[in-house]
């Protein structure tokens, strides 16, 4: 493609290659021929456990609903699909809900296991240690309840991140609209 050459920018407007260079360029602060592209797995291999699941979390809709979610679980068994429709949440929902979900499958195995009864059936008395599976199970609890609270503190930040943004965006915006007033009060004195 040549530097006058037309072609789409994401705002739908038409504009050349050098001009989309220039852009790069200027955004970037470098020559667009002097920067060093990497691979995928070099960019995951740089990225701490926080950065790679807000990563994971990026592909994900923002809003799903059960099919979603059981569609996107490629290699699920129809014993799985039919834990995920009976586990997951009716209607529309975020991550949050499935971190909610989550713990509240795993809570409700711990309640089951602690009884003295069989889990497959109430009418079986279990004198079967189960201690071991409960302790994973506990682990499996708590590790939901603080990878829910996590996820909840981190869309409280996002959220108020979000609003300072605004509000910043807002600020430039009546500066640049003042500053606009001005210019044409020059313009026309």
Do not use: W
Not at 158 to 166: G, H, S, V
Request: a negative charge; glycine letters at 4%.
């Amino acid at each position: 493609m040549s530097k006058t050459e037309k072609c789409d920018v994401m705002n739908g407007k038409t504009t050349s290659l050098g001009e989309l260079t220039r852009a790069l360029e200027e955004e970037m602060g470098s020559a667009v021929t002097s920067v060093k592209t990497i691979t995928s797995s070099e960019l995951l291999q740089g990225l701490d456990s926080q950065q790679y699941g807000s990563l994971i979390l990026d592909y994900l809709p923002e809003m799903m609903d059960k099919e979603t979610v059981i569609t996107r679980t490629s290699g699920a068994t129809p014993m799985m699909r039919k834990i995920m429709e009976d586990g997951l949440p009716d209607g529309v929902f975020g991550t949050k809900e499935l971190d909610r979900a989550n713990f509240n499958t795993l809570k409700e195995a711990v309640e089951t296991i602690s009884q003295p009864v069989c889990p497959l059936s109430r009418n079986i008395r279990c004198t079967t240690d189960k201690s071991t599976v409960l302790d994973e199970l506990r682990e499996a609890m708590n590790m939901a309840y603080e990878s829910y609270n996590r996820h909840d503190k981190e869309c409280s930040e996002a959220t108020e991140k979000a609003l300072e943004t605004e509000e910043k965006l807002k600020a430039i915006d009546s500066d640049n609209n003042a500053a606009d007033r001005k210019e044409q009060r020059l313009h026309f004195y």
